[in-house]
Each structure stands twice: as structure tokens, then as C-alpha cells.
């Protein structure tokens, strides 16, 4: 029985070293993302202040035909060039790339910002009078859709997360009730103990084993909770799924109806970011 028991615990210590480890590589992997989010808005606003630089040097339609000829060819061979290093369309579009991007990791407010700011500066590149009028518009809408699904979407996180929240009361519960089920015994006479230690040690090895599977799957449901918060829906989905193959191996009621509950989460479709009404007048 000792043995089992020494057993048992290295087992559930392994399981919670193993967790941890997960919750660290979440950690580590949301670390990663924000290092490439500052990248890549490093990189736009570099790109944003080359091309703004090189239009300054295009000569302005309103300058006389006649000073345009009195350039030199080789100024104008630099200009020419220059302009055509950085095409304005191509700035719009890895702008548009940060902004997806910061909204598939939950950068809301960011990505937001980063669509406004875009909305202001095109009126400074060099496109078409009724194009910019074309992408404001449509910028406009996009910025209102996105707030309107960040909305649903915080909504329906708040929801899902009350209903893991309501889970692990039961599972801490349901801990603590298999933690107490053996202590009752210890009040009785010691030969009343002795007699019925033979019958009594395979339920209590069974409530033992309950306790830690129960364990477990709280701790896979913090696991899940962590990365419903962050976003990352498929390793979400995948916890979930872990939970409810390790509930079904337990055949008491009480399971089976915390499997249902499981299940009944995991049906939630998660509200998908909408797709940028922009990139599709770009063409992109």
C-alpha cells in the first residue's frame, strides 16, 4: 500500500512539473509575439518615414513645366528611381499586414490605432484623388466593424470563462471530498479498523486515484483557461479535449456529468475576426 501510495505521488508530481512546463512555453511563446509585433511596427514606421521623405523630393504638379525641363537629367534619373524603390500600395499593404496581425493576437486596441493612423496618412502618398476617398471610406467601416467584434467577442470570452470558472469550483469541491472520505475511519475502534483494512483498501486506492485524476484535469483547465485569454483557440480546443478523454476514463456520475459540461463549452464557435475590407479594394 506504501509503495502504491509513493507511487501515486511521483505521478501527480510529474503531471504538475508537467503543466507548469506548458504554462511556461505559453509564456515564452506570448513573449516571442510581442518581440515580432515591435518588430514589424518598427519596420512599417521606417517604411512610413522613406516613403513620406522621398515624396518631399518628387517635384509638386504645381511647379512649372518649364522648371521641370531645367532639372538635370541625372537628378532627375535619382528621383525617378527613388520614388519607385517604396510604391505607396505596397506600404498600404504590410500596414494592413500589422494590423492582422495584432488582431490575431488580441491587440485590439493597437490594431486600431495602427488602421487610423493609416487612414490619416494617405492622404500624404501619391495615389489617385478618388482612391483616397475610396480608402477612407472603406478604412472607416473596417475600423467600426472591428470594434463591433472586439465587443461580441469580449462578451463571449467573459461567458466562456464564467463557465470554466463555475467548473473549477466543482472540481475543488469534488477534490476535497475524496481528500476527506478516508479520514472518517480514523474516529472508530483500532479492531474495527484492522478488520475492515482488507475490504476497504481497493475503494480507497480507487478515491485516491479520483482525487489525483481530478487534479489533473483542474490543472489542464488552467491550462485551457490561459490560453482561451491569449487567444491561441487551438490549444484551447486541444486542452478541452484532454480534459474530456481524462473524465471519461472515470465511471462515476459525477464524471460523466462534468464531461457533459466540458463538452457543452468546447461547442462554443469562437467569433472569427473579420476580414479587412480594405485589402479587398486593394486587391489584396
Known sequence: MKKF??????VCVAWIAKLSYDIFQLNQTQAGI?????????????????????????????EPVASKAAATSG????????????????????????????????QYHFALEKLAQLNINIEQYALAPSLK??????????????????????????????????????????IKQAQMKPVRGEDRHFWQRWFELQPAKQP???????????????????????ALSRGQYLEYQKDLNEIIQILSTLPD???????????????????????????????S
Not at 5 to 10: D, K, N, P, R, S
Not at 34 to 58: C, F, G, K, M
Open 5 to 10: 501510495l509513493i507511487v501515486l505521488i511521483l
Open 34 to 62: 510581442q518581440s515580432t509585433l515591435q518588430q514589424l511596427e518598427t519596420h512599417s514606421a521606417n517604411l512610413n518615414d522613406q516613403i513620406v521623405a522621398l515624396q518631399r523630393q518628387t517635384p509638386q504638379p504645381s
Open 75 to 106: 537628378t532627375g534619373a535619382q528621383v525617378s528611381t527613388a520614388t519607385l524603390q517604396v510604391d505607396p500600395m505596397v506600404l498600404i499593404r504590410q500596414q494592413l499586414d500589422l494590423v492582422d496581425f495584432a488582431l490575431q493576437q488580441q
Open 133 to 174: 476617398q475610396s480608402l477612407h471610406q472603406v478604412m472607416g467601416k473596417d475600423q467600426h466593424l472591428i470594434q463591433q467584434t472586439v465587443q461580441a467577442r469580449t462578451e463571449q470570452q467573459q461567458q466562456i470563462q464564467q463557465l470554466l470558472q463555475q467548473l473549477d469550483v466543482v472540481l475543488t469541491q469534488e
Open 204 to 226: 480507497a486506492t480507487q478515491l485516491m486515484q479520483r482525487a489525483i485524476i481530478m487534479k489533473e484535469v483542474q490543472l489542464r483547465l488552467l491550462v485551457a483557461r490561459e
Open 253 to 283: 456520475a459525477q464524471a460523466q456529468k462534468l464531461r457533459k459540461q466540458v463538452e457543452k463549452i468546447k461547442g462554443f464557435s469562437i467569433i472569427p475576426m473579420p476580414v479587412l475590407n480594405t485589402r479587398a479594394l486593394l486587391g
